[in-house]
């Protein structure tokens, strides 16, 4: 039974291990690196990541900082199998980040994911997320979560990606540090922690600048993190999270077409330096988490927060297209606010004799959005003055979005087995307010309402201390965004509400071994079929309107190696096989807009394969540590299969193979820990594309990465 189960994990989905720092003694690295224990999988509820129903991986703080720059997740996210965290050396849009294919379509910010930093949500009631403000520097680690537990937090939630602060150490700590690196990367951060035992805090502040590897992307970013933890008793704590971002102006060199690629991967496209494409983004927010302990079998958790973010971006629309007055213009001006309550009861108790933890909530959100759409030219559309300008109001509404969810989830954890079950129930209601009436651009107000119930259900049983085995099903939901009603597809003004929510079954299978002391095997195998598939209708003018046109079917396996030999070497390795694709014909109008809504031109077969997805990655390194010297080199191998550029499957983005190589020292002199270290990526010096801009317009899909780059820091940190 043993060998056969092994059998299988080498050729199932295997989860990502976390490393753990170099000061932790071998007895408890191989426990903590083993055995990370997790609250994603259990809202509320710590568990071990070994014991869960679940495909869950735990990314640790020394990993993500580990010779990295520590700006962008997709340093980190490339290690975990399923996800597929592309960067797309354009600070002006957000990371390209996919769960076994949900999510691939996104232009703008992150769907199809939820994401959490702190316990707080980083993504709108609608569905619509943000990773820019997470803080990789004091970060103690990432989970990510895949699968079908993912349906019990609600919409969109084919994935959920959580960052968490480090707590402070006892006594004060303060650390510094900078890196430099090719394309003028620039980045300095500084840290303040400590603990007290009635206070605990952690607090840093980071500055990042390049010019860009491309022309026209140059980019400033400034961060602000927090975390303040009070324990006011034995049975109540509380937690203050407060973070901020600022990134103005950053320029955006759009995509380039295959020739334009071909010819000069490192220009920015023409018409981004004539409109002088570009975007400004500005966060603040705060968040406060009560937990308190009634009795020793109930406790309650309250979690609530408020932010607001400013986003103004400039296009590059032609202004013959912006000239009608029913078209919204080539500036996108988006003020933001939002806030939100998660109430939850922890109940632990006996079943059967066996221990029976019960969690039920309730979960209310709400995003209030103030959208302005400006021309970006001045004077006459036959002859402008200025492009790339601030012009004449085109768009004015107000927007709201609002969730109200209930769920529960109840764990039995017997000697042999453990079974989850869990239920979430979520309406999600828009509403939109239309201010810019003006002749043929009428009154666009309108309204629409989403519901859902998604139930889950995991079981794993344990066969040894060192062998699990599970199972899990789940449905799942996701509503349009605020930014895929934006437009309509007859070409008319107005939101979209005609968009149906998706849904979707997922069923996964899996095991989680560690036949050897300091070695995991973690595996699964998956599929999700969904219904109502949210895809492009039509992308012209910088404009993309939606449809529910097609069902999809994403199928894969994961797998991922993590073990240590002797005293210096270690191996982590993890493989990802996803088929991501339509499994019904559908009309698109890919030059748009469509001679009626009810009438698209150009067929996408069924069997295409979904844009914006690989049907193979694979991440490997081999580590060698000399810990007397405080030593530690690794060479990584990353790669990306072909990703499909569009519905119709008209054009590929090669499939790239990647050498990395790592080398970092540490010295630790009386109460002072000094770090360096030197990254070279991409050691051959090879051209390719490092993402593509799903379903485009124009035909410029391709993104190009950079060449050999390399990277240079060092960190210094004091106990008081």
Partial sequence: ???????????ATLQAHAQTPADVPPAQQAERT??????????????????????????????????QLQVNMSE??????????????????DLQISVRGFGARSTFGVRGLRLYSDGIPATAPDGQGQVSHFDLSSADRIEVLRGPFSALYGNSSGGVISIF????????????????????????????????????????????????????SAAKREGLNGKLKWKGSADTRVTLVANAVDMPDVQDPLGLTRPEFQANPRQASPVALLFDTRKSVEQQQVGLIVEHQLNPANGLKLTTWRGQRSTEQFQAIPVGTQTPITQPGGVIDLDRDYMGLDGQWIHKSRLAGSPLTFTAGVYADELKEHRQGFQNFTGASASPTALGVIGALRRDEDNRVRSFDQYAQANWERERFGLT????????????QDHFIVGANGDDSGAAKYSATTPMAGLVYHVNDNLNVYASVGRGFETPTFNEVSYRPNGQTGLNFDLKSAYSRHYEVGVKAEPVRNWRVNAALFQANTSDEIVVLTNQGGRSTFQNASSTRRRGLEAALA????????????????DASYRTAFLTCPGGPCPTAANPAVPVPAGNRIPGIPRASAFAELVYKHRPWGLEAGIEVRYTGRIAVDDRNTDFAPAATLFNLRLALAQNVQRWTVREFVRVDNLAGRDYIGSV?????????????PGRTWLLGVSAAYAF
């Fill in 165 to 216: 602060t480090a707590d402070g150490l006892p006594g004060m700590q303060a650390e510094g540090g900078a890196a430099v690196g090719s394309d003028g990367i620039r980045r300095v951060n500084a840290r303040f922690a400590g603990d007290n035992g009635t206070w605990n805090w952690n607090v840093g502040a980071t500055r990042f600048e390049t010019d860009g590897f491309r022309d026209h």
């Fill in 421 to 432: 079950l869990g239920v979430r129930h979520s309406t999600v209601r828009f509403r939109s």
């Fill in 563 to 578: 073990g240590s030999w002797a005293q210096a070497w270690s191996t982590y390795a993890a493989l990802t096989w996803l």
């Fill in 1 to 11: 039974m043993k060998k056969t189960l092994l059998a299988a994990a080498a050729c």
């Fill in 34 to 67: 083993l055995r990370p224990v997790v609250v994603t999988a259990t809202p509320g509820v710590a568990q071990q990541a070994f014991d869960t129903a679940a495909s869950i991986d735990v990314i640790d703080g020394a990993t993500i900082r580990n010779s």
């Fill in 693 to 705: 801009i799903v379903n485009e317009g124009n035909s410029r899909f391709f993104e190009p990465a």
């Fill in 76 to 93: 980190s996210l490339v290690r975990v199998p399923g996800v597929i965290a592309l960067n797309r050396q354009n600070y002006a849009q």
